[in-house]
């Protein structure tokens, strides 16, 4: 099963968490982050297993996706 | 015992070749820390007035901080100061790799350069003993075959910084390179070297740092790296260094595109981080003490060269604002730029200004002896940086950085030549991030990234309102970020690692013995902020609020195509954004610091001097 995480201020930002906004696998990382009522551009990074990806990305069964915010500096 | 230092100036007269030490005055070290405040202090108090940015009077200040060489994570940071002569105000760079630990471990918090060589020289620095060496055979070099002559001749364990032959020729963004391929790039520091005869600086060190409190320094440390280590951000910033950020750059239409005319590039996928990754990344390269090593060494085999990076902002400049879209091509030009001593930011702007200019027609065929000066044209790319570094033909008009080449190529160049105060814009398409365009205005060497970094704020705050907090932000981070220049450290481990900023604190306090709150350290970059401020109205006749306004293209043409497409600012609300900058920071109407807030932060007796 696809899991998807959250850091920093996108997991204060969401509005529903990954557990509630049904199976991952089969859509794509925009749609899940609109799923999670995240404010799209401040996703700077998708990694999925380790590599970067773009959120038109389609999450496959066993995926491990992480939501990576750019706030640090900023 | 000033804790935490080297403990000594190293000042070099390359007029007379008089070497001389003093001790670091302990009240200027409380007062201004150390690097960047150094680099200023020195600079202000020291630079004849009006100095010719290329004539002898001008200064070198060569500056580790307090944190700089020891156990906190990324303590390699080094500033490098002088009179700009790209801006004709205050140029302050920072370098990373191992060269600020060993200037440090030499027991020196500043080396001053002033005079010119009557031959090019090298400056040898082993410990206490310090000569200036002929450096005739090395002249005409590029900077990374100096550097690896150097290394040759003189050990391994001697750090190396050089210039190639743009800061031979008097390329106003020439920059100095060290450790093959990081650079104090902005401002033309490596100009300035250049004007000095000096081909190249080797440095070794081997002494201790005195530290106050060793266990309570060890123990911070260990936190600090602690915090690193277990930093979700690791993965990201490892693997991809800046260059993780050109996706997500395109994705908001912040990617600097065909001379700033748009936000995203068709084709940046081909640029993103993983395809550098997995297309050219031969392995990891970090900086002194560095926990998350951002640096990317790569083969580029379609050229047959190896490079550092490309970082992010090469990335930006060489590829999306010159539109090239080969990961290859973008990496043989930082290639070039770096060997050739070129500022990769400044050189790829003043190519992608170039280019509009030839597309409008405003230069020729006859202008470029032959090149096609089209967006996406690499070889035109190569080309340029070439006749740049040399100044051959159009290439002696570029050298002088956009506002200049604008001015002498008129026609309405002015307009889209992309500066402030004469710097070019690093890597942010602005159009639509107000916080972002005032970071550029109000950046105390000219439009450099390095001082705020404020788009996400404007993502969260919206993109298209001008407001008091907006300004407010930019201020807190040009007090925090350059802060990090002052110590001697790097702050990506605070920017891209999410470090608690209190982290630092009793590191800071168990290092020099001084008990320092954060805001306390902030009043000090806030006074480094306000006398470099000073130091623009004492050198640049007529300085003011023109300063700092960006070109027109950011208030009256719209972004051309994109996700911002079709955005533009008032012009009624950069000034706004300016108004509300200058009133939150104390300074009158014409970004003037008021007598008040020199009196605040101690600056009195340097604002007679202005």
Sequence with gaps: MATVELLGILREQAKAAPEDIGPAEGKRVAEIIQALGVPTDLVAFVMVNGRQQPKTYVIQSDDHVILIPLIGGG | MLYGYGGNILRIDLTSGAIATEPTDPKV?????????????????????????????????????????????????????????????????????????????????????????????????????????????????????????????LGEEFQIATIGPGGENGVKYACITHDYGRQAGRGGVGTVMGSKNVKAIAVRGNKSIPVADVQAFRRAARALYKACKESSGLQVWQRYGTAGVTTWSNEIGAFPTRNFSSGQLEGHENLSGEVMREKIVITD???????????????????????????????????????????????????????????????????????????????????????????????????????????????????????????????????FAIQAKGMEFSGYESHNAPSMLLSYMTCDVGAHHNRSWAITYDIQTGRDTVTPDKAERVIYLQHVRPLFDALGACRLQWVEL?????????????????????????????????????????????????????????????????????????????????????????????????????????????????
């Design chain 2, 29 to 153: 070290a409380e007062k201004f820390l150390g690097g960047r405040g150094f680099g200023i202090y020195f600079l202000f108090t020291e630079l004849p007035r009006g100095a010719d940015p290329l004539g002898p009077d001008n200064l070198l200040i060569i500056s580790p901080g307090p944190l700089s060489g020891t156990l906190v994570p990324g303590a390699g940071k080094l500033d490098i100061a002088c009179k700009s002569p790209l801006t004709g105000g205050y140029a302050g760079a920072n370098v990373g790799g191992l060269l600020t630990a060993e200037i440090k471990y030499a027991g020196y918090d500043s080396i001053i350069l002033k005079g010119k060589a009557p031959n090019p020289v090298y400056i040898f620095i082993d410990n206490d003993k310090v000569e200036i060496r002929d450096a005739s055979d090395l002249w005409g070099k590029g900077s990374l075959e100096t550097e690896k002559i150097l290394k040759d001749r």
């Design chain 2, 285 to 415: 390269k970090g900086c002194f003490g560095c926990p998350s090593p951002c640096g990317k060494w790569s083969h580029v085999k379609k050229h047959g060269v190896r490079v550092e990076g490309p970082e992010y902002e090469s990335t930006a400049l060489l590829g999306g604002d010159c539109a090239l879209t080969d990961i290859e091509d973008v990496a043989y030009a930082n290639y070039l730029a770096d060997d050739l001593g070129l500022d990769s930011i400044s050189a790829g702007n003043v190519i992608a200004f170039a280019m509009e200019c030839y597309e409008r027609g405003i230069l020729t065929d006859k202008d470029t002896d032959g090149i096609r000066l089209t967006f996406g044209n690499a070889e035109a790319v190569f080309a340029m940086l070439k006749k740049i570094a040399y100044k051959e033909g159009i290439g002696a008009v570029l050298a002088e950085g956009v506002k200049r080449a604008s001015q002498v190529l008129g026609k309405g160049s002015e307009a």
């Design chain 2, 498 to 610: 999410g470090l608690d900023l209190n982290l630092y604190v009793p590191a800071i306090a168990a290092l020099t013995g001084l008990e320092r709150s954060w805001d306390d350290l902030l009043k000090v970059s806030e006074r480094i902020w306000n006398l470099t401020r000073l130091f623009w109205f004492r050198e640049v006749p007529g300085f003011g609020r023109a300063w700092d306004m960006p070109p027109a293209r950011f208030y009256k043409e719209p972004v051309v195509s994109g996700p911002t497409k079709g955005k533009v600012m008032a012009l009624g609300d950069v000034e706004r954004l300016l108004d509300m900058y200058y009133e939150r920071r104390g300074w009158d109407a014409d970004g003037r610091p008021s007598p008040q807030k020199l009196q605040e932060l101690g600056l009195t007796e340097f604002a007679a001097a202005v």
